[in-house]
C-alpha cells in the first residue's frame, strides 16, 4: 500500500467516521456508514474490503459482524480528527465563525492541509486540548485525554454538573443549545427527572437562568463532568 493511498480523502473518510461510531458505542454497519458518507451500501462494501486487504491492513472486516480499526487505520484517523478540530478551534477563535458553521468547513479543509499547516496552526492557538464543541483534539503524538464524562440523561434531581461536550454536528441542535445556554464550561443543576420519557428540568447557573426541560434527544448528546 502506498501512502497516496492512506492518505486520500476518500480513505480519510471512512476511517474517520469507523472512530466516531466505535467511540460513541454504536456499531460500524455498512448501513451507518453509508448514511454518515451518503453513498450507496454496495460502494461502502468495496471500500472495507479495500482497506481490510491494504498492506498494512487499516480494519479489521467480516461481513454481517462489523468493523474494527487496527492501530495503522486508528493513527490514520486521529490525524485526520486532529486536522479537524484544529481548523474548526481556528475557525472559531481566529475568524469569528460560530460552533455551528464550522464542521462543514472543516471537513473539507481536513484533507489538504500540509503537517506543516498543522503544526503551526497548532501552536498560533496555543496547542488546544479541545475544540469549540468540547470534543478532544489528539496531540502530536495522536494521544487523546481521558474521558471522564457521562451523559447529561443520567444525572437525577439534585445533581450538578458542568457541560464538557456536545456529541453532534446538527446545526439546529447546536443553534438550540446556544440559544439555551447550553455550552462547554456551562453548569448546571437538574431539578426535575420524568421516568416516563427520561425528560429533564434543568437550571443553568446563571444569575438570569428559569428552569426548562429537555428531552433524550438532547441530553443524550451533552456530555457533562459532574460537581460534588
Given at each position: 500500500?502506498t501512502?497516496?493511498?492512506?492518505?486520500?480523502?476518500?480513505?480519510?473518510?471512512?476511517?474517520k467516521?469507523?472512530?466516531?461510531?466505535l467511540?460513541r458505542g454504536?456499531a460500524?454497519?455498512?448501513t451507518?456508514?453509508?448514511q454518515r458518507?451518503?453513498?450507496?451500501?454496495a460502494?461502502v462494501?468495496?471500500?472495507?474490503?479495500?482497506?481490510?486487504?491494504?498492506?498494512?491492513?487499516?480494519i479489521v472486516?467480516?461481513k454481517h459482524?462489523?468493523v474494527?480499526?487496527?492501530e495503522a487505520?486508528k493513527?490514520?484517523?486521529l490525524?485526520?480528527?486532529r486536522h479537524h478540530r484544529?481548523?474548526?478551534?481556528?475557525?472559531?477563535q481566529?475568524l469569528g465563525?460560530s460552533?455551528?458553521?464550522?464542521h462543514?468547513?472543516?471537513?473539507r479543509?481536513?484533507?489538504?492541509?500540509s503537517e506543516?499547516l498543522?503544526?503551526?496552526?497548532?501552536?498560533?492557538?496555543?496547542?488546544?486540548?479541545?475544540?469549540p464543541?468540547g470534543?478532544?483534539?489528539?496531540d502530536?503524538?495522536?494521544?487523546?485525554?481521558?474521558?471522564?464524562?457521562?451523559?447529561?440523561?443520567?444525572?437525577r434531581p439534585g445533581?450538578?454538573?458542568?457541560?464538557?461536550?456536545?456529541q453532534?454536528?446538527?446545526?439546529?441542535?447546536?443553534?438550540?443549545?446556544?440559544?439555551?445556554?447550553?455550552?462547554?464550561?456551562v453548569?448546571?443543576v437538574?431539578?426535575?427527572?420524568?421516568?416516563?420519557?427520561?425528560n429533564l428540568?434543568?437550571?443553568p447557573?446563571?444569575?438570569?437562568?428559569?428552569?426548562?426541560?429537555?428531552g433524550?434527544a438532547v441530553?443524550l448528546?451533552?456530555?457533562?463532568?459532574?460537581?460534588?
Amino acid at each position: 500500500m502506498t501512502k497516496s493511498f492512506v492518505y486520500t480523502a476518500s480513505i480519510q473518510d471512512y476511517l474517520k467516521h469507523i472512530y466516531l461510531l466505535l467511540e460513541r458505542g454504536e456499531a460500524v454497519t455498512t448501513t451507518a456508514l453509508a448514511q454518515r458518507l451518503k453513498v450507496r451500501p454496495a460502494s461502502v462494501t468495496g471500500m472495507l474490503r479495500r482497506l481490510a486487504r491494504s498492506e498494512p491492513p487499516l480494519i479489521v472486516y467480516q461481513k454481517h459482524r462489523g468493523v474494527m480499526l487496527t492501530e495503522a487505520g486508528k493513527r490514520a484517523a486521529l490525524e485526520v480528527i486532529r486536522h479537524h478540530r484544529l481548523i474548526e478551534t481556528w475557525l472559531v477563535q481566529s475568524l469569528g465563525y460560530s460552533w455551528d458553521e464550522v464542521h462543514e468547513e472543516a471537513c473539507r479543509l481536513e484533507h489538504v492541509i500540509s503537517e506543516q499547516l498543522e503544526a503551526r496552526l497548532a501552536s498560533l492557538l496555543g496547542n488546544p486540548a479541545y475544540d469549540p464543541h468540547g470534543d478532544p483534539i489528539p496531540d502530536q503524538d495522536l494521544n487523546l485525554p481521558p474521558d471522564t464524562t457521562l451523559p447529561l440523561a443520567s444525572l437525577r434531581p439534585g445533581q450538578q454538573g458542568r457541560i464538557c461536550r456536545v456529541q453532534s454536528e446538527q446545526k439546529e441542535l447546536l443553534r438550540y443549545l446556544e440559544q439555551k445556554g447550553l455550552r462547554p464550561g456551562v453548569s448546571l443543576v437538574v431539578v426535575d427527572y420524568s421516568p416516563f420519557d427520561g425528560n429533564l428540568t434543568i437550571l443553568p447557573q446563571s444569575p438570569d437562568a428559569s428552569p426548562f426541560v429537555i428531552g433524550l434527544a438532547v441530553s443524550l448528546k451533552v456530555f457533562v463532568e459532574v460537581l460534588p
